[in-house]
């Protein structure tokens, strides 16, 4: 993989190439724009979501309702009244349905006398289903201002009123209401769908539209001259406009008060009547719905909501799906990357702030303009934007102390070689000519007293320090690598094995070349990483055989340290073990790989496995000044 990624990076300058904090801030922006955009479109289509926004816009509007009411008491529809055919009338009268030639003769004498005071439209929203009564007909046809609300559906239903009715009524639309998936009836009934290709409209003054409401919307703007076209409330299909509740009270009269000669109808004039059932709620009560404002809800009192907020021209709006989404992903990338580069206090009172201040605006936003506003997508990509993001600065934050506390250790080491180098030109230059200087002394006692065996004995001590001298001289600096090369130096120290510990020592070299183009640095730890197994090889192996490999293979330098010892068992090193801590440091600093496995070759012994990847020149090395 490493190689794979060092082969992209040769394709850029190195001009291009970004260091430091400035790399961290753009690996942040990066990322954390990246993982917005990513929380954004696994939460966009979520249906859960969806589910939680609708409880959400019921919140919404129950929160606007508490604000309507404190501002102002609630008003009197001037546009609609309603007639309840509710249970007293049902009793009363005797009559369930308006299917048979009685009851619809009932309803053409409650027509009658509501047309006396002057309405504007009737709208009928009863079960007319199946029957056709003469004088019913004959009331429709002399007012021509009469709608119907057919039971059904749009998909070929045949349980329709007569078609004599339906020929002669000024307009009609199916009686339905879009119901959303939590129960809830907020959106306005109002689409657009094909004609009634079963049904002859060919004498029908207005021609068959979806939904009663649009239907009354239409012909009310036929008969004031004013009001709402079918044009203006031509929705897309991804924008939902929703009714705006208000609690506004609609004057309400039971249709068996209707019947009688002397009712008062005089908040019938110039309004749209509405008639429709008003039942007692009963269980599975097909007549009652639930509303953002309350539970089981008429119909007819929903349908007269939809009418008048689009008379009132008071349509709640919402976004279509296709700019949310934009906006979203924006929103999304946006926090994502301010997310991954501020602190966790900051970062915390940012998302708290963002999620407020976005309720707020939303609720703004819908009592003042009409506008629905999605909440819980973008909370749900706040949340989790703040939750990458907080993950992203934390895995940054880490990798960029690691990169400086690798840093300080090179450093570290850096100057303890040249504090090293220092210590042994200081020996090689003060410390060994003294001791010269007392072997030649000792040379002069000998020759003055030659009875006396102690000089000579003092020759003997002082070149064995001499010697030890040279060899702490080249531990603390290895000038080897200097004068005979770094391959050649590596075998040095697999020659002052065998000799010291009387062990078989084999050198490999893979490729013949001795120059890899790695820093002195690079070299100095490879070689102190090679002299360290070695020292483990003689000291604990009780190896016979010793076997150093060096290679070049594709982009990466390979070391290997081999013997046929007693073998290392991973599981008893211990943790202070200082040789192998040793190791593994030096290999971090110039990122190299090391391993202790057991070896091919051999039945028994260890390995050492040490690879570096020489393209990439992990490490620089850093002034000490």
Known sequence: MRVALASIKRLFL?????????????????WGALAGCVATLLLAESSVLESMELSMLEWRYRVSQKIYSAVQRPAESRDISIIDFDDLSQFDIGIAR?????????????????????????????????????????????????????????EGSTDLPSRTIMNNVRAYGYDELIQENNGLICRLPVNYRDSLGDIDTSSISAAPVPSLTEAVINLHRQIKGVGPSTQILNFQSDQPAYINFRRIQYPSVSFRDVLESDFDGSKFKDRIVMIGCSFTKRKEEPFKRRTPLEDNVPDVVMHADAIQTLLDNQVIYSFPKNIAHHLLLLLGAAFGAVASILPLSTRTATYLTSGMVLVGTAQILFEGF?????????????????????????????????????????????????????????????????????????DKLSNDLDDNPVPRQMREKLDQAVIEMRRVINDLHPSVLE???????????LSILTRDHEIE????????????????????????????????????????????????????LMIAVTDNGRGIDPKLIRKDSHGLLNIRQRAQLIGAQVEWKKPVKFPSGTELSLKINMDENPVKKVDAT
């Open 483 to 493: 004068t005979m090369g770094f391959k050649s130096a590596l075998e040095n120290l």
């Open 505 to 556: 020592g084999n050198f490999l070299d893979g490729d013949g070349h001795d120059d890899y183009q790695i820093t002195n640095f690079t070299k100095l730890q490879l070689y102190r990483i090679v002299q360290e197994a070695l020292n483990n090889v003689g000291k604990h192996s009780k190896a016979s055989v010793v076997e150093l490999k060096i290679e070049k293979v594709e982009h990466q």
């Open 98 to 154: 308006f299917n048979d030639d009685h009851a619809q003769k009932v309803l053409a004498t409650a027509i009658e006398n509501i047309e006396k005071k002057g309405p504007a439209i009737i709208v009928i929203d009863l079960d007319l289903r199946g029957a056709a009564n003469a004088e019913l007909i004959s009331v429709i046809r002399k007012y021509n201002n009469v709608v119907i609300g057919l039971f059904g559906s749009l």
């Open 14 to 30: 190195p001009s291009m190439w970004i260091h430091g904090r400035d790399s961290l801030l753009f690996q942040r922006l990066f």
């Open 370 to 442: 009409h506008m629905a506003l999605p909440v819980v997508p973008p909370l749900a990509v706040l949340t989790l934007g703040f939750s990458l993001g907080t993950f992203i600065y934390l895995d940054t934050d880490l990798r960029q102390r690691n990169k400086e506390l690798a840093q300080a250790r090179e450093s570290m080491q850096v100057r303890a070689e040249e504090e090293r180098q220092r210590i042994a030109e200081d020996l090689h230059d003060e410390t060994l000519p003294a001791l010269s200087a007392v072997a030649r002394m000792a």
